[in-house]
Structure formats: structure tokens, C-alpha cells
């Protein structure tokens, strides 16, 4: 069974970092393209940036609200995805879900909030 | 960047009846090298994470009920929802995945009337 998990959310003051990781299992990651969605509370969805396999040069694009300040990565030998995030502003308040790209996106994560609050 | 703009933002619906909501991309997501549409819809319910209904703008993600149909081509798409179920109350969004950076409508909340 195909399964994302999300860990790391937490609470953590204006201008601070804080890490995100996304476990999977169940399908074959090293060729996968991943995703980060976010969802602040009672918004939309908004997609914050993906990771290419090692195939594609593990390319990253992100959304402009968040480019210079996210990076996102994979480690394929332990088949997770990680969202660094430094520089948080109280607008990236949200919770964060991990995604496998398809021809829609089939796989999400239950999602790991982020609180920025001083 | 393709703006997604989604109508109408609210919806209530009687049990068996049609829902519509439309989606209308800033850009055109005809692919026109394999003649697909970038365009998938998702269903939300509350402190759930998203589920993928139509992916292609048309082809239904299995398990998904054959009450929900998506159509359209090139800037203007449709989710319809054939009878309405009191288990498809839900927020419901397009998304354009033709390129970077992929974005969403705003969604739709379903309600029953």
C-alpha cells in the first residue's frame, strides 16, 4: 500500500527554520517526483515546490512566495523527502502535505502543521 | 503564471440532484504533442487531505463513483456531480498541473439544500 507521511511541524517564532520530512513506502520513490502542498487554515490549497528523481537531476521549482527562503530535498537510500524552510513569516502558518506527481496527484500525506507565531 | 478561477465559490444542492462547478484557466492546458489536458479535480472533506476525483480533465481516478464526470478542453472545465450524495459535501478544487508553478482554484464548497 502506497503511504506518505509527514513529521516536523511545530511551532516556531517569526524568522525561524524548522524542518519537514516525508516518509514513503509502497511504491518505487527513487523514480517518483514529490510535491509540497500547503493549506492555511480555512484557505485553499497552494503548492509550494517538487523534487525531480535523481533521473531528472533532482530538479526543484518552487512558488514564488516561498523561493530563496524553501529548499526541498530527498534522501532515496531512506526514501524520504524533506522541506527545509528558514526565514518563516506568520503567512506560512499552514499544514504542509506531501504528494507523489502523477497524472494527478493519487497519494497525499495526512498533512503536519506549521505554526509561526511569536 | 495560470490563474485558476473556479465558479461558483458556494453551492447547495438537493440530495439526487446535479451539482456543477466550473474552472476556467487563465491559459490554455491542451497539450497539444499528446492532445491532453493538464487539469485534475480534487474533493476535500473537513480535516481530510485531498483526494484526486478526474485527473486528464475527464478520465475518473478508480474508485471514484461514476456520479462525478469531468469535461472541457483548453481554458473552460466542468466537475458534475450526476445525483448528489450526502457524502460528496466537500470543498472541491481544479488544479492545472501543465507548468510550473502548478496552482489551484480557489474551491467550491459543496453543501446540501
Known amino acids: 500500500e502506497m503511504q506518505l507521511e509527514e513529521s516536523g511541524g511545530g511551532l516556531v517564532q517569526p524568522g525561524g527554520s524548522l524542518k519537514l520530512s516525508c516518509a514513503a513506502s509502497?511504491?518505487?520513490?527513487?523514480?517518483?517526483?514529490m510535491h509540497w502542498v500547503r493549506q492555511a487554515s480555512g484557505k485553499g490549497l497552494e503548492w509550494v515546490g517538487r523534487?525531480?528523481?535523481?533521473?531528472?537531476?533532482?530538479?526543484?521549482a518552487y512558488a514564488a512566495s516561498v523561493k530563496g527562503r524553501f529548499t526541498i530535498s530527498r534522501d532515496d537510500s531512506n526514501n524520504t523527502a524533506y522541506l527545509q524552510m528558514n526565514s518563516l513569516k506568520t503567512e506560512d502558518t499552514a499544514v504542509y502535505y506531501c504528494?507523489?506527481?502523477?497524472?494527478?496527484?493519487?497519494?497525499w500525506g495526512q498533512g503536519t502543521l506549521v505554526t509561526v507565531s511569536s | 503564471d495560470i490563474v485558476m478561477t473556479q465558479s461558483p465559490d458556494s453551492l447547495a444542492v438537493s440530495l439526487g440532484e446535479r451539482a456543477t462547478i466550473n474552472c476556467k484557466s487563465s491559459?490554455?492546458?491542451?497539450?497539444?504533442?499528446?492532445?491532453?489536458?493538464?487539469l485534475a479535480w480534487y474533493q476535500q472533506k473537513p480535516r481530510q487531505s485531498p483526494k484526486l476525483l478526474i485527473y486528464?480533465?475527464?478520465t475518473r481516478e478508480s474508485g471514484v463513483p461514476d456520479r462525478f464526470t469531468g469535461s472541457g478542453s483548453g481554458t473552460d472545465f466542468t466537475l458534475t456531480i450526476s445525483s448528489l450524495q450526502a457524502e460528496d459535501v466537500a470543498v472541491y478544487y481544479c488544479?492545472?498541473?501543465?507548468?510550473?508553478?502548478?496552482?489551484f482554484g480557489q474551491g467550491t464548497k459543496l453543501e446540501i439544500k
Open positions: 504528494t507523489k506527481d502523477g497524472s494527478g496527484w493519487s497519494y
Open positions: 509502497g511504491f518505487t520513490f527513487t523514480g517518483s517526483t
Open positions: 523534487i525531480r528523481s535523481k533521473a531528472n537531476g533532482y530538479a526543484t
Open positions: 491559459q490554455n492546458l491542451l497539450y497539444s504533442s499528446n492532445n491532453k489536458n493538464y
Open positions: 486528464w480533465a475527464s
Open positions: 488544479q492545472q498541473y501543465y507548468t510550473t508553478p502548478y496552482t
